[in-house]
């Protein structure tokens, strides 16, 4: 009787050991992801005159869009939201996930097909791996995924090029509702909609959204976005027409 009390004291210690190394290994895993985010979505070292250059890289001799400096322009893009505090979560938080969701398809075992997203829209079509349908029990499809990004890119490239073109007396808020009502808000329920141009009236001045762009001055940081911004536009314009196209601009 003593030796199976014995015997189960020294099972349950054994349990309770194994259990608390997976406890602490649980705990290694969430610290270093939360470090990996960190790294890729931190707000230091941004540079949003290299970030939009990484966009110019995104087309191929064919003017097809590469996926990898896409998502990394993305990533960029995060990074400078991120300087500008809470206000963007909105996006960002969106974004960073869709971003690890692309990434993963390009880590995947089709990853070629999701060289450019040329390749990824044949591909997914050919193989009926849109989610053409809301709750559909299929897996989420990079067309759906990318389709989120290119939204927000339009609600992007429209806030930064009203902070281009306004004066300096412009108001950010103004700037970013038009900018919002012009995209994204077409897709959000009314009651993100009126929390976010709410938030909106909190925006800091022109001045430093260009400061947080670090390229210099506010005349330089004008004629930065001047010659990057172009080039979102012929991105967005593209994805646009291979999207309209294939019928996918109304995904769920």
């Known amino acids: 009787?003593?030796?199976?009390?014995?015997?189960?004291?020294?099972?349950?210690?054994?349990?309770?050991?194994?259990?608390?190394?997976?406890?602490?290994?649980?705990?290694?895993?969430?610290?270093?992801?939360?470090?990996?985010?960190?790294?890729a979505y931190g707000d230091d070292g941004h540079n949003l005159r290299e970030v939009l250059a990484t966009?110019?890289?995104?087309?191929?001799?064919?003017?097809?869009?590469?996926?990898?400096?896409?998502?990394?322009?993305?990533?960029?893009?995060?990074?400078?939201?991120?300087?500008?505090?809470?206000?963007?979560?909105?996006?960002?938080?969106?974004?960073?996930?869709?971003?690890?969701?692309?990434?993963?398809?390009?880590?995947?075992?089709?990853?070629?097909?999701y060289r450019t997203l040329q390749s990824m829209v044949s591909y997914e079509m050919a193989n009926n791996l849109v989610d053409m349908k809301k709750n559909t029990e299929r897996p989420v499809s990079g067309c759906r995924t990318i389709l989120r990004l290119h939204r927000a890119l339009l609600w992007l490239q429209l806030f930064l090029e009203g902070l281009r073109t306004g004066g300096t007396d412009c108001r950010t808020s103004v700037v970013c509702t038009d900018s919002y009502n012009a995209s994204l808000a077409n897709y959000h329920p009314w009651i993100?909609?009126?929390?976010?141009?709410?938030?909106?009236?909190?925006?800091?001045?022109?001045?430093?959204?260009?400061?947080?762009?670090?390229v210099g001055s506010n005349e330089e940081a004008v004629e930065m976005l001047g010659e990057a911004l172009p080039h979102i536009k012929k991105l967005y314009d593209i994805t646009q027409e291979l999207y309209s196209r294939h019928k996918l601009l109304d995904l769920p």
């Open 1 to 39: 009787m003593a030796g199976d009390w014995s015997r189960r004291g020294g099972r349950r210690r054994q349990v309770s050991r194994r259990r608390a190394f997976i406890g602490c290994a649980e705990v290694g895993k969430k610290e270093a992801v939360a470090k990996s985010f960190a790294m």
């Open 55 to 113: 966009f110019k890289s995104c087309l191929d001799e064919k003017s097809e869009i590469l996926m990898d400096p896409y998502l990394a322009g993305w990533k960029g893009l995060v990074r400078f939201l991120n300087t500008m505090g809470t206000i963007f979560t909105f996006v960002s938080k969106d974004a960073v996930a869709k971003i690890q969701i692309m990434e993963e398809f390009r880590s995947g075992p089709h990853k070629e097909s």
């Open 192 to 214: 993100i909609r009126k929390a976010t141009t709410i938030a909106f009236c909190t925006l800091p001045n022109r001045e430093a959204f260009f400061e947080n762009m670090k």
